[in-house]
């Protein structure tokens, strides 16, 4: 065969959705322990298609232009850039979420939340939630996609992740969330509800899983002083003025902070457990019963 045929040949391969799929495994494999899926997301992204469509097409020539796009992308993925941020999306509780760096990724963890949430809300008809630091809205919009007639009221400090809060309830058509800056009670009208749920920020800030991709997410939506318990303290302080007599509150936290948080619940509550995730770890604590 002639050297322009081969040469020619080997250039048309290389154009293929399997061979540029290849490349940016083969790019992604020291720094990701999930290169093929995050290689072949960051490609169905960027041709606007399922990654099923990569399985079933791996032949077709890709447009030089999106060549180049899925290039910059995976140059992002291997200095650590989230996935999720590269995408601007995120699945959470079967719902998609836009997420910018301006919020956290929400975690499949938060999921055990949601669930005690609304398993705490079974034959209530007129439910009163409250979501202090909603980040993208995720937990809010979860409880509000299962209990349209629940009230819900979301806040966040942060104006930017209100933003994407408002535009994730648009996205689902979720009427029942009003959203409220405030710094954790400071701004929320006096007011009582059933349930409080928070997932705060609960990292140390020496922490070296900071040093890892999550360096990507807001440092105010991760990292808390007084070895990541500050925040947690300063909504159990508060929530005698907004919990119902009979209400929960229900706090996310990390796998190594249960007595703590326990040991801050019992200042307010007579009762007061933790739950784990569906990994085993400690995840959550559920407070009942103010004192
Ligand atoms: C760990 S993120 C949780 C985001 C979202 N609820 C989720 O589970 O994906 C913590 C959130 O608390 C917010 N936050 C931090 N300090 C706050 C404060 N003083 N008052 C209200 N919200 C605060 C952050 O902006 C961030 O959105």
């Known amino acids: 065969?002639?050297?322009?045929?081969?040469?020619?040949?080997?250039?048309?391969?290389?154009?293929?959705l399997q061979s540029i799929l290849n490349q940016g495994i083969q790019e992604l494999t020291n720094m990701s322990c999930s290169a093929s899926l995050?290689?072949?997301?960051?490609?169905?992204?960027?041709?606007?298609?399922?990654?099923?469509?990569?399985?079933?097409?791996?032949?077709?020539?890709?447009?030089?232009?999106?060549?180049?796009?899925?290039?910059?992308?995976?140059?992002?993925?291997?200095?650590?850039?989230?996935?999720?941020?590269?995408?601007?999306?995120?699945e959470f509780w079967s719902l998609d979420f836009k997420v910018t760096p301006d919020v956290l990724i929400p975690r499949p963890d938060t999921e055990l939340l949601v669930e005690t949430a609304l398993e705490l809300c079974t034959n209530k008809t007129e439910?009163?939630?409250?979501?202090?630091?909603?980040?993208?809205?995720?937990?809010?919009?979860?409880?509000?996609?299962?209990?349209?007639?629940?009230?819900?009221?979301?806040?966040?400090?942060?104006?930017?992740?209100?933003?994407?809060?408002?535009?994730?309830?648009?996205?689902?058509?979720?009427?029942?969330?009003?959203?409220i800056q405030s710094d954790w009670y400071s701004a929320i009208p006096k007011q009582r509800f059933d349930i409080i749920v928070?997932?705060?920020?609960?990292?140390?800030?020496?922490?070296?899983?900071?040093?890892?991709?999550?360096?990507?997410?807001?440092?105010?939506?991760?990292?808390?002083?007084?070895k990541g318990l500050a925040d947690i303290e300063k909504i159990t302080s508060g929530v005698s003025d907004y919990l119902s007599k009979d209400g929960h509150l229900l706090i996310e936290h990390s796998y190594d902070q249960s007595e703590d948080v326990l040991t801050i619940l019992r200042t307010k509550f007579s009762q007061a457990k933790t739950l784990k995730d569906y990994a085993s770890n400690d995840r959550l604590s559920l407070a009942h019963q103010l004192l």
């Open 198 to 226: 928070s997932n705060p920020p609960y990292i140390r800030d020496d922490d070296p899983h900071l040093q890892t991709d999550i360096r990507y997410e807001p440092y105010s939506a991760l990292v808390a002083e007084q």
């Open 127 to 179: 439910v009163r939630i409250l979501d202090l630091g909603t980040g993208s809205g995720a937990i809010s919009i979860a409880l509000a996609s299962e209990l349209p007639s629940a009230e819900i009221i979301a806040t966040d400090l942060s104006e930017k992740a209100l933003i994407i809060a408002k535009e994730n309830t648009a996205r689902h058509q979720i009427k029942n969330i009003e959203l």
């Open 1 to 16: 065969m002639n050297i322009k045929l081969i040469n020619l040949q080997r250039s048309v391969k290389a154009n293929t």
């Open 38 to 90: 995050d290689a072949q997301l960051l490609l169905a992204y960027t041709l606007g298609k399922t990654p099923t469509y990569l399985v079933a097409w791996p032949e077709t020539v890709i447009a030089e232009a999106d060549s180049n796009i899925f290039s910059a992308l995976i140059a992002s993925r291997k200095k650590g850039v989230p996935l999720a941020y590269l995408t601007g999306s995120k």
